[in-house]
């Protein structure tokens, strides 16, 4: 803390220089330097590289902690331990935290925890996005429950938060113990390779409780969280790429509930894509890449995939249409032949759910042979997660369109936005097939006795199927009932959703009076 003897020398515009100074230290030059050793950059360097330039405005930044136990008495830091306020990204309003490890490890304070609150405050008054950089040793020990409490005040307000602000968490160091339950509460979570990490108890509690040798990395690492549990929606390879990731992510998004994302200026041009034509191959069992029919179909170079490496049987994602910000679902051919099981269902419902929060249009691409069988799914509950998916699109009132490329299969069908459950506009392309299941299941069921009786069961079968196929395996049956709007070449499909998007741009849907839903958790 400030020497008083010293200040007493000084004038008031001298004192007030002195203490800002001092503030912009943190914990000191040493732990500065040992921040940037380990290759990582300080709270104030996050901030600095986030907002526009010249733009932070800083709140609380002589705050100090109460507690005297422990030695605290004789340690105070300006700011204690984290840097909180309000700038610009890309002249957009937001509101931000930077947890400062220089300060006692960036641990949380009764104080340090009421200045995130009042800005998380603010955010949500003035309708703006909250972003947080933590890194932190959880809570500060020396305060015992002050600590708990101020983690438990954050943890309501981002509860309350949800759905009304967008809430993007970037890891940028430790986040242990309770301190990772703020982040997971929030709308997504990024982390940085070899440098961050979240988990419940660390590696020597475990070693403790389970025997399982573990390492910090292994455990809670940006790529056991991005590719294993999902925890992390990105992982980034440095920390800048995680601050350029952080910005992009906001352009897609509205400042609030009540707004829709910016759009950019679009000049209609190149609308008819003819490479779409030969995407998806001749025989329906050949797998295909949907990222390259998101890429026919969208802006040029406009995708940022949301969990690219986990469950990557399905795909989720940011795009731009005609300069506006749409979210984009597809089934993924390329993995598990598209099929839904635990974690595409959750992955898809967490990134539906946001995007009709934030009033952000959905685009589905359906190419699905159905859930997956199996004891594994059955007894992890598949029943309960594909509903999650399926509660999410029946509640979803933002504008949804459907696009089946080949596959539509049983209750895959109806989960992944049917006209049934509320999609406003719902397209197949000429390869299309919708049907309760895949010709030879079928007819291996229906047609049993008749098969078996057969002078030559497998000839018998083969004609079944045949049949099935011509009948069933086409997009016609479901357009003769209307349950498909148009049968459209792939070439214009491109031409058709962004027509149709601006058709639905309007759209007004309420959901029924309620205090609210209970999806299936
Ligand atoms: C007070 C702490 C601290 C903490 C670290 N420091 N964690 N001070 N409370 N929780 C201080 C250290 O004393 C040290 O001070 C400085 O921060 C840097 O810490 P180091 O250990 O030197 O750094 P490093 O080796 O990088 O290890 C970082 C760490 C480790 C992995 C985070 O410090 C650690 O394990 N800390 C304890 C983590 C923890 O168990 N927290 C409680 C979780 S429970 P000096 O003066 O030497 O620089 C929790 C409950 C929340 O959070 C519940 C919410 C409901």
């Known amino acids: 803390m400030s020497d008083l003897h010293a200040e007493a020398q000084l004038s008031k515009t001298e004192i007030l220089a002195r203490k800002n100074a001092e503030a912009l230290l943190g914990g000191g030059q040493d732990r500065i ?30 705050v100090m902690h109460r507690t005297k136990d422990f030695g605290l008495d004789k340690e105070y830091y300006l700011g204690d331990g984290v840097v909180t306020g309000y700038g610009t990204v890309n002249g957009r309003l937001v509101y931000v935290f930077s947890q400062d490890f220089t300060v006692f490890g960036g641990s949380l304070s009764e104080t340090y925890a009421n200045k995130i609150v009042k800005i998380m405050d603010l ?10 950089f933590n890194d932190s040793g959880g809570a500060r020990i020396q305060e015992g429950v002050l600590s708990l409490a101020g983690y438990s005040d954050i943890f309501y307000k981002n509860t309350l938060a949800s759905g009304v602000i967008p809430q993007l968490s970037a890891i940028m160091g430790p986040c242990a113990g309770g301190a990772a339950y703020s982040p997971a509460i929030t709308d997504f979570i990024l982390m940085v390779e070899n440098t961050s990490y979240m988990f419940v108890t660390g590696p020597n509690v475990v070693k403790t409780v389970t025997h399982e040798s573990v390492t910090s990395e292994e455990l809670g690492g940006a790529n056991t969280h991005s590719s294993r549990s999902g925890v992390t929606h990105f992982a980034c390879a440095n920390e800048i790429a995680c601050i350029t990731r952080l910005k992009q992510l906001l352009s897609y998004m509205p400042q609030n509930c009540e707004e829709t994302a910016p759009a950019l200026p679009y000049e209609p041009a190149d609308e008819l894509r003819p490479l779409l034509d030969s995407i998806v191959p001749e025989n329906p069992n050949q797998p295909y890449d949907m990222r390259e029919v998101i890429a026919g179909i969208i802006d040029a170079d406009s995708f940022l995939e949301v969990h690219e490496n986990f469950a990557e049987n399905i795909v989720v994602g940011f795009a731009r249409l005609g300069g506006r910000s749409i979210g984009i679902v597809g089934n993924q051919p390329a993995v598990l032949a598209g099929v839904l099981d635990i974690n595409a269902s959750t992955k898809a419902a967490r990134f539906v759910r946001f995007c009709d929060s934030f009033n952000i249009p959905l685009l589905v691409l359906e190419d699905v042979p159905g859930f997956l069988p199996g004891t594994e799914q059955e007894w992890r ?3 309960t997660n594909g509903a999650k998916l399926l509660y999410a699109f029946c509640e979803a009132t933002v504008p949804r369109i459907t696009v089946i490329t080949r596959k539509a299969y049983g209750g ?13 506009m719902n397209y197949a392309w000429p390869t299309a097939e919708i049907a309760v299941m895949g010709a030879k299941g079928a007819a291996e069921i229906i047609f049993k006795r008749e098969i078996a009786q057969a002078e030559a069961p497998e000839a018998k079968l083969q004609e079944k199927v045949d049949d099935y ?19 459209i070449l792939p070439s214009e499909t491109r031409q ?21 839903g209970n999806i299936p958790l």
């Open 33 to 62: 330097d040992a921040q940037h050793k380990r290759g990582k950059l300080t709270a104030r360097e996050r901030i600095d590289l986030l907002l526009d330039e010249g733009s932070f405005e800083e709140i609380g930044k002589f």
């Open 123 to 132: 955010a949500l008054q003035n309708g703006a996005p909250l972003l947080g």
């Open 381 to 383: 509950g598949i029943i």
């Open 412 to 424: 895959a069908y109806a989960v992944m936005n049917s006209k049934h459950i509320g999609a406003d």
């Open 469 to 487: 196929q011509q009948k069933f395996a086409t997009p016609y049956r479901a357009a003769h009932h209307g349950f498909i709007d148009e049968v």
């Open 496 to 516: 058709k959703l962004i027509r149709a998007f601006k058709m639905l741009e309007n759209k007004v849907a309420t959901l029924p009076r309620k205090k609210h």
